[in-house]
């Protein structure tokens, strides 16, 4: 029997316990949700928060993205070991295909260096690269997203685009002084200004979160043709332009689909460019400058894709 | 003083045992952001942090503060990229409905708790669809975020498991 004092004071404790809790559930979700609405408007309290918790994480997710790396190179290993004799064909006809390529490419290089002779062409600044490792995806049914173990401390900025071998995955979103965070193509807030083919056709690309992306803003009179090339345009002076994105897989009255060049499910390490824009000059500071167009890797793209195919 | 070590030990012993429930969720939420490069999983993640949750609100109230929910979840908004307190949301929401419902669950069958879990997830899933679709004022595919709650409800047996017998083996005296 607890003694009378006692009794009462647990006649008041336990309600008003039972009232703080309820008080503490209603306090969190309104504390969630104000969050919420703090980074909808992309306060930079949010942002800082967002990329210090990061920094913090990064080195963990590094540790542990390691050990992952090596089992997925296992079965990568006996996957490619089951496919050898269908990749063995794959490749003799893609190398047969890229030797005829090279020949245009030396006729284009030549006639390209000629031209500039004409011109007196300055070339544009050439892209910084930065490699880097993807420590964290994204995993989540809402976000296409990537974690890399770069950032400030390695060059790496907000708007740079990130590219693996093929083409263009994504771009930097977030910033800390050790990680980045990339939003990927496919995701339902990554709007890219590209132009399609050699027409010169330009719209807005477009993710909604699954693997196909699709064209938005796109010119009625477009003519568009499955297997055109999609590549940047370089509009908005965010991205460079020519960096290539993927090919359009279908054309039909809803819109057009283009499918990545990257496999989004295999990135393992990236390469983020840093690319000086060019800066408008008055025009009798820089009479003979012309814009540098594509230095680099692009450059390749742009021209093989302005060749005609052997 | 040999004593005086021995009850220390002791107390931090317990003490480490009394942490594990959070410490449990806070491994999954990292572990889920690792990139794993299989094909489908990078893009569906099971929310195994929410089963976690789920699991040690029911069989351990009394060791996973609410606060320590909300906070995991933030980890996870930042970790994952979705809107910083979606999660935490979600956390708190799972915690707050078991809490309110804690007669129903004692004593319950293995069954009967998979099935309210099932209930609850898809719940709380859909109603972060719909924040997520506000959040972002255009429409979201919903096949993936379905694709994830079944995958999330289809881990349940393993991951309860894995569980109870951290329950049994670990915590038996907390």
Redesign the interface.
């Known amino acids: 029997m607890p003694p009378p004092g006692q009794k009462y004071v647990l006649r008041i404790a336990l309600p008003l316990r039972a009232q703080a809790?309820r008080f503490?559930?209603i306090v969190?979700?309104a504390?969630?949700?104000?969050?919420?609405v703090?980074?909808?408007t992309e306060m930079m309290v949010?942002e800082r928060?967002?990329t210090n918790?990061?920094d913090m994480?990064v080195p963990?997710?590094s540790a542990?993205?390691h050990p992952?790396?090596s089992v997925?190179d296992v079965t990568s290993a006996i996957n490619s070991w089951t496919m050898l004799h269908q990749e063995n064909v794959q490749l003799r006809e893609v190398n047969a295909r890229l030797q005829r390529w090279e020949v245009v490419a030396h006729k284009l290089e030549r006639e390209n260096a000629a031209l500039k002779t004409l011109l007196s062409y300055r070339p544009g600044p050439l892209a910084s690269f930065i490699s880097a490792r993807?420590?964290?995806?994204?995993?989540?049914?809402?976000?296409?997203?990537?974690?890399l173990n770069s950032g400030s401390r390695n060059g790496v900025e907000k708007g740079h685009a990130v590219m693996d071998g093929t083409g263009m995955a994504g771009r930097v979103v977030e910033v800390g002084q050790r990680s980045a965070?990339v939003l990927l193509l496919t995701d339902?807030?990554s709007r890219i200004p590209i132009v399609i083919g050699t027409s010169g056709d330009r719209a807005i690309l477009a993710g909604?979160?699954?693997d196909v992306l699709y064209l938005d803003l796109l010119s009625p009179k477009a003519d568009i043709d499955v297997g055109m090339r999609v590549t940047t345009s370089g509009h908005g002076g965010k991205l460079p332009s020519g960096l290539p994105i993927g090919r359009v897989s279908a054309v039909h009255e809803g819109g057009v689909k283009v499918q990545p060049f990257v496999d989004?499910?295999?990135?393992?390490y990236v390469i983020v460019a840093n690319w000086t824009m060019p800066v408008f000059e008055p025009v009798s500071a820089s009479k003979d400058k012309v814009d540098g167009g594509l230095p680099g890797k692009g450059e390749e793209h742009e021209h093989a894709s302005e060749g005609s195919p052997p | 003083m040999r004593i005086e070590v021995e009850e220390f030990l002791r107390r931090l012993e317990v003490g480490l045992r009394c942490t594990l429930p959070t410490m449990v969720t806070l491994s999954l939420v990292v572990l889920c952001a690792v990139p794993y490069g299989i094909p489908g999983l990078n893009k569906v993640m099971p929310l195994l942090p929410l089963l976690s949750v789920y699991f040690w609100s029911v069989h351990r109230p009394n060791l996973t503060p609410v606060l320590g929910h909300f906070l995991i979840g933030l980890l996870q908004d930042v970790l994952v990229g979705t809107p910083l307190g979606l999660s935490a949301a979600m956390f708190v929401g799972i915690h707050a409905a078991v809490h309110y419902q804690r007669p129903f669950f004692h004593g319950k069958t293995f069954l009967v708790l998979w099935f309210s879990f099932a209930l609850l997830m898809t719940i709380i899933v859909l109603l972060s669809y719909m924040v997520v679709a506000t959040y972002n004022l255009s429409f979201v595919p919903i096949l993936p975020v379905l694709l994830q709650l079944s995958l999330t409800i289809a881990f349940y047996p393993l991951l309860t498991r894995i569980f109870q017998w951290t329950l049994r083996a670990l915590m038996r005296t907390v």
């Open positions: 809790q503490g559930f969190l979700l504390l969630a949700f104000t969050l919420m703090f980074a909808r949010v928060f967002r918790v990061l994480f963990v997710l542990l993205s992952v790396g997925r993807v420590v964290g995806g994204s995993g989540s049914a809402f976000v296409r997203a990537l974690m965070r339902l807030n909604d979160n699954s989004f499910d295999r990135l393992e």
